[in-house]
Structures are given as structure tokens and as C-alpha cells.
């Protein structure tokens, strides 16, 4: 065979369209052709040994070693086709053929082979003849190999991740993927690799900004070929919308929330200021008594006080119910679905709504037994609010005796919880009827209603798995009826909130109390009198007397303080006393930052809300001495 030292040979191979390249007896390269170098845009002294192997792809250079080798070792023939990158870092594939070849003396010499441009067959092959189809599709198209490398994409991928395509094939396609989906999908992958088609593969791809975006894939293989088909539809946009519909549902739940209490304002005002008035008025009396009880009949005078203090704790209770009402009723957090009695949440919109109906109609209420539900009670609270003042406003004012509004509880034959609102009016218009849970329409004069109350209401009960309808009672007036599905685990129904039994002390306990407000730590101190109470107004007060001997059976710490918090002091001890860390109570009057709710969920201790009764904090402490 003729060397190509030999000049003629030499100018014919250096003329060729072919890549030719010339192994030695060592198998590294000695030789490559002007088309080689013009291809791979590389010297010749960098391709020379094993530099040549460089311009292969990384999924293929392994493999097309070892065929090298093995062929070599052999003294055989061979025949590969692998990706090697052009000049201008795109990989093409190629096809590459080698034989052995022996000099002048017949002794092995080495190899000699030639490489091939096949890329365009390839691709043509992979797309079964439908090549304008593919690169004109606007959807998201793609061969991968089974080596983890993309081997052909349409231009929807560059125009929406950015990258070019070259980018694109060069780097195993799972580093494209999100950090936090790339077990899935390579989980999928795997699935695909042994026949299997993927239907529904949902992840995030980066995009060359640095953002990513959501694709849902459809996928099949080609075990013959090693190879996947794939197209992706980009999903990013409506998961967006979606997001941006939920939050705005959010948010229109808590505008019209917000313009209830608005709405409410004034009558929740009137209410507390009633009780208010008395609950001042009979203590003022009973210090008034109290200065008087040296003289006169002492038993009088004490019955007097009695009854004093019993309207004073019956004003308060009010008060307590009233306030409790506003802290569920506004609570502005996510949606907190729990198992609960509808009846109690009843109770509290009418304590809410009952300034809007003491003055148009009197309250009736025929309550029959109901299942209890899986709901959140602001949510739910915010639905009996608004039928209360809605079915208000649809009486005259003033006529009260003349109206009715009925509060009715019943089971359904499906064994659903029916709550209905009855009233007395006008009915409801029959052109309007079927309109009326539409956003923005109301039938009020305009500055009254915002038309997005019974819109709401209809979207909180739907998504609570209930139904929420309208119908003309015979006669005359209206009926709204909301329906809510039963809690199926029965296992999750449990006794509702009591008030506590008056407990019984087994011993006495030592009790620190932890508040800035003094008047909580006397209280305290005189309804827990059967006990040895200790008081402090700071936190850090509070930690001195733990870090030294002293040990307490429990400690009542308020929440929120100046300075250090009760918050800080639990973790102060939970670092240096853990064991007194353990036997804290946090008391609260419900006014939770951020950090405090996140505070409460992370912390098990127990806690109690102010306003508290006495019953209820005696039966607390007799937990931790019993």
C-alpha cells in the first residue's frame, strides 16, 4: 500500500471532501487531512495521539473507544458512527470506517480510515420523513438517546428556553432540569428505556436567564434505535394564570370579608359598649358595697353584691363571646379546614350580625341535629354572616315585631349538614333569582353593596364540597340554603369544646406566673389561691428565678412582651432548663405576629387564650400535678 509520505498519494488525500485520518502501530493518531481540520476547526498537533478523541461527544466517546480498541487488538475492520463537534460546536454525527494497513515489508503498520458527514440522514430517519413537520411544529419536539443526551430538537425549544441548539445537545439533558424534579424524571426515563410509554410527566426546564419552566411530556422509544420521541407542552403560563386566579380568590375572600366587618363595624361597637356599660356600672358598685358592708345588714348587702357581680360576669361573657366572634371571623390566614359542629360557628355570626336584625325582625332559631363538617370556620362564619345581614337589609327597619328571620338546622336524607335562612320580605325578584351568586350583581342601591357577598359565599361553600341555593318562600320572603357534606371518617369527629369541670386539686402545686400586665398575675393569684403562686411582670425576671434552684410545676407565660418574650424565654430554657421549658403554658389574647404563629406551630406546649375562665386555667394546672 502506498504511504502517505508519497507525495502524489499525500496531495490526494489532502484534496479529498472525505476526512481521512492514519493510526500508528500504538494506536494513537498520526496523521489527519486538511477536511478533518477544517471540520473540527482544531491544529493538527491537537489531534494528534489521543487528542482526536476530544471532538467526540461525551455520550459517545466511551463506547467508540472501546470499539476502536477492541477492533484494533484484533487487527480488524471496523465501522462506527458516533457525534463529532464541528468548528462551530455542533455535533453532526459521522460515520467513521478503519482497516488495519501494512508497509512495504507486509508488517502491521496501523490504521487508516475516513470519516463521513451523516447527520442529515440521521435526523431524516429519526423524524420518519416528517422533517418540515418537525422543525415548523409549534409544539415542543425532541429525539433523546437513551444515553441521556438530546439528539435533535425543533425551534420551539431555543425560541422559548433561550438556549441555541448546539447548547442545548451538548450537555446531558437531566442538568437542564430542576434540582427537585430530576429523580422523577430520570425515574421516568428508566421506565422509558424498558419499552414503557410515558403518558403525563410533568417538570421544570431551565431556561438560559436562570428561570425555569413547567412542560408536561408525552413520550415513547424506540428500543431498536435506542432513542425517545418526545413532545412537551409548555405549561408555565397557565400555571401561572392558575396561581394568579387563586390568588386573587384569596384575596376577594378577604376584601369582601373586610367589607363585612366594615359593614359590621358600628353594631359590633353598639354591642360591646352595652355589656361594657353595665360590666363597669355594677363594679363600681360592688367597690361601692364593699366600703359600706361595717354597717347595715351584712347578708343584704352580700346578696346585693352577688347579683352585681353575676350581671357583671354575664356582661363580660358577652363581651368574650363578641371578641372571640371578630378573632375568627377576621382571621386572615390560609384556609384551616378542621372537623367542627356548625352550630358554635352559627352562634358566632349571629353574635356578629345580630345589630344589623335586633332592630327589622325578631330571631328565631330551630335548631335540629346536624352531622358535623370538615370546614374552616372563618370561611364558614363568613357565609352565616353574610345570609344574616343580607336577609336584614331585605327588611324594613323598624319592624321588628312584624318580622321574622328563622335560623334552621336540619340532616338531609343524604345525611348532609342543612343550614337555612328564612326571612319574611319581599322574596327575591323571579328575573334575579338565577343571578344572583354572579359576581359584582346586586339588586341594593348602588353604595350599599359591592354584589361580590353572595359570589363569595357561593365559591366558600363549593369548595368546601357543598351546595349553596336560593329559593321564594310561599307566601312571601326568601330562603337561603347552604349544604355541606358529613365527615365520612368518623374517627376524626370528636366531642366538641367544653368548659372544663371545676377540678379538684390532689396537691398543691407551685405556680410561676410570667405577664406584663399586673392585673393578669393578681387574677391569677386569687383563682389559683389553692396553690403556691409566684408573680413577675418580665421575662427576664422569670428566667433568674428558673435558672436557680427554684422549680416550678408550671408555668403561665403570656406570649407576647416587651423586651424578652415569651417566645425568647422558651427558647432561653429550652437551651439551658429543658425540663422547665417542657412545663410551660402560653397565655394569649390572640394578636399573633408571623413569628408567633409560626412559633405555635412549631412548639407543643400547651396554651390558653385570654379572656380565660377560672374553671379552665384550675383544670390546666391540675394536668401537671395529677
Given at each position: 500500500m502506498a504511504s502517505l509520505e508519497c507525495d502524489p498519494f499525500r496531495a490526494l488525500v489532502e484534496q479529498s471532501p472525505t476526512m481521512v485520518w492514519r493510526s500508528g502501530r500504538d494506536a494513537g493518531c498520526d496523521f489527519v487531512n486538511a477536511r478533518w481540520l477544517a471540520f473540527t476547526g482544531r491544529s493538527l498537533a491537537q489531534e494528534l495521539g489521543d487528542g482526536w478523541a476530544e471532538s467526540i461527544h461525551p455520550g459517545d466517546a466511551a463506547a467508540s473507544r472501546a470499539l476502536y480498541l477492541d477492533r484494533f487488538a484484533r487487527r480488524e475492520a471496523f465501522e462506527r458512527e458516533h457525534r463529532l463537534r464541528r468548528h462551530d460546536g455542533v455535533y453532526r454525527y459521522v460515520c467513521d470506517r478503519g482497516a488495519p494497513y501494512h508497509d512495504a515489508d507486509g508488517a502491521f503498520a496501523g490504521y487508516i480510515g475516513s470519516c463521513v458527514d451523516v447527520d442529515d440522514r440521521r435526523r431524516a430517519e429519526a423524524v420518519a420523513g416528517g422533517v418540515e413537520f418537525f422543525e415548523m411544529s409549534l409544539d415542543h419536539m425532541c429525539v433523546a438517546g437513551f444515553d441521556g443526551y438530546l439528539k435533535r430538537v425543533n425551534p420551539s425549544w431555543t425560541r422559548t428556553l433561550g438556549?441555541?441548539?448546539?447548547?442545548?445537545?451538548?450537555?446531558?439533558?437531566?442538568?437542564?432540569?430542576?434540582?427537585?424534579?430530576?429523580?422523577?424524571?430520570?425515574?421516568?426515563?428508566?421506565?422509558?428505556?424498558?419499552?414503557?410509554?410515558?403518558?403525563?410527566?410533568?417538570?421544570?426546564?431551565?431556561?438560559?436567564?436562570?428561570?425555569?419552566?413547567?412542560?408536561?411530556?408525552?413520550?415513547?422509544?424506540?428500543?431498536?434505535?435506542?432513542?425517545?420521541?418526545?413532545?412537551?407542552?409548555?405549561?408555565?403560563?397557565?400555571?401561572?394564570?392558575?396561581?394568579?386566579?387563586?390568588?386573587?380568590?384569596?384575596?376577594?375572600?378577604?376584601?369582601?370579608?373586610?367589607?363585612?366587618?366594615?359593614?359590621?363595624?358600628?353594631?359590633?361597637?353598639?354591642?360591646?359598649?352595652?355589656?361594657?356599660?353595665?360590666?363597669?356600672?355594677?363594679?363600681?358598685?360592688?367597690?361601692?358595697?364593699?366600703?359600706?358592708?361595717?354597717?347595715?345588714?351584712?347578708?343584704?348587702?352580700?346578696?346585693?353584691?352577688?347579683?352585681?357581680?353575676?350581671?357583671?360576669?354575664?356582661?363580660?361573657?358577652?363581651?368574650?363571646?363578641?371578641?372571640?366572634?371578630?378573632?375568627?371571623?377576621?382571621?386572615?390566614?390560609?384556609?384551616?379546614?378542621?372537623?367542627?359542629?356548625?352550630?358554635?360557628?352559627?352562634?358566632?355570626?349571629?353574635?356578629?350580625?345580630?345589630?344589623?336584625?335586633?332592630?327589622?325582625?325578631?330571631?328565631?332559631?330551630?335548631?335540629?341535629?346536624?352531622p358535623r363538617v370538615e370546614a374552616d370556620d372563618a370561611r364558614l362564619g363568613q357565609v352565616f354572616t353574610n345570609l344574616l345581614v343580607n336577609a336584614a337589609q331585605a327588611l324594613p327597619d323598624g319592624g321588628a315585631e312584624a318580622n321574622e328571620i328563622r335560623v334552621v338546622t336540619s340532616t338531609d336524607a343524604l345525611g348532609r349538614a342543612v343550614i337555612e335562612v328564612r326571612d319574611t320580605g319581599a322574596g327575591i325578584p323571579e328575573g334575579v333569582l338565577g343571578r344572583i351568586f354572579e359576581p359584582f350583581f346586586t339588586t341594593k342601591p348602588v353604595g350599599v353593596g359591592t354584589g361580590l357577598g353572595l359570589f363569595v359565599c357561593h365559591n366558600i361553600i363549593t369548595s368546601m364540597g357543598g351546595e349553596i341555593t336560593a329559593a321564594n318562600l310561599p307566601g312571601r320572603g326568601a330562603v337561603l340554603r347552604v349544604t355541606l357534606p358529613a365527615v365520612v371518617d368518623r374517627a376524626l369527629v370528636g366531642a366538641g369544646p367544653t368548659e372544663p369541670p371545676e377540678a379538684t386539686a390532689s396537691r398543691r402545686a407551685r405556680v410561676l406566673v410570667v405577664d406584663d400586665e399586673r392585673a393578669v398575675g393578681v387574677i391569677l393569684a386569687r383563682v389559683l389561691r389553692a396553690h403556691d403562686m409566684t408573680c413577675v411582670t418580665t421575662a427576664r425576671e422569670a428566667l433568674e428565678l428558673l435558672l436557680s434552684d427554684q422549680r416550678f410545676d408550671v408555668i403561665l407565660s403570656d406570649l407576647m412582651m416587651p423586651a424578652m418574650s415569651g417566645m425568647d424565654l422558651y427558647e432561653e430554657l429550652a437551651l439551658r432548663r429543658p425540663e422547665a421549658a417542657e412545663r410551660m403554658v402560653f397565655m394569649s389574647g390572640g394578636a399573633f405576629t408571623p413569628a408567633a404563629l409560626?412559633?405555635?406551630?412549631?412548639?407543643?406546649?400547651?396554651?390558653?387564650?385570654?379572656?380565660?375562665?377560672?374553671?379552665?386555667?384550675?383544670?390546666?394546672?391540675?394536668?401537671f400535678v395529677s
Open positions: 438556549w441555541t441548539e448546539a447548547e442545548l445537545l451538548a450537555r446531558p439533558s437531566i442538568e437542564f432540569v430542576h434540582p427537585d424534579d430530576r429523580a422523577m424524571t430520570l425515574a421516568a426515563r428508566s421506565l422509558l428505556t424498558q419499552g414503557e410509554p410515558l403518558r403525563a410527566l410533568t417538570n421544570r426546564y431551565q431556561c438560559r436567564d436562570g428561570s425555569y419552566r413547567w412542560f408536561e411530556w408525552r413520550s415513547v422509544s424506540d428500543p431498536a434505535r435506542r432513542q425517545v420521541y418526545a413532545t412537551a407542552r409548555d405549561l408555565t403560563t397557565e400555571r401561572e394564570a392558575r396561581e394568579t386566579r387563586e390568588q386573587l380568590q384569596r384575596q376577594l375572600i378577604l376584601a369582601d370579608r373586610m367589607a363585612s366587618v366594615g359593614t359590621l363595624a358600628a353594631g359590633v361597637a353598639h354591642e360591646i359598649n352595652n355589656p361594657l356599660g353595665y360590666v363597669i356600672a355594677n363594679l363600681d358598685m360592688l367597690a361601692e358595697e364593699m366600703r359600706r358592708m361595717s354597717a347595715g345588714s351584712l347578708a343584704a348587702q352580700m346578696a346585693e353584691c352577688v347579683e352585681m357581680a353575676g350581671d357583671a360576669k354575664e356582661g363580660a361573657e358577652r363581651i368574650r363571646k363578641i371578641v372571640r366572634g371578630l378573632k375568627t371571623f377576621s382571621r386572615a390566614e390560609e384556609e384551616r379546614r378542621t372537623v367542627i359542629d356548625v352550630r358554635p360557628v352559627l352562634e358566632l355570626s349571629i353574635d356578629m350580625a345580630f345589630n344589623e336584625i335586633r332592630h327589622r325582625a325578631r330571631l328565631v332559631k330551630d335548631y335540629g341535629e346536624t409560626a412559633f405555635l406551630e412549631r412548639v407543643p406546649n400547651e396554651r390558653i387564650e385570654k379572656p380565660f375562665t377560672a374553671a379552665a386555667v384550675r383544670a390546666l394546672v391540675q394536668r
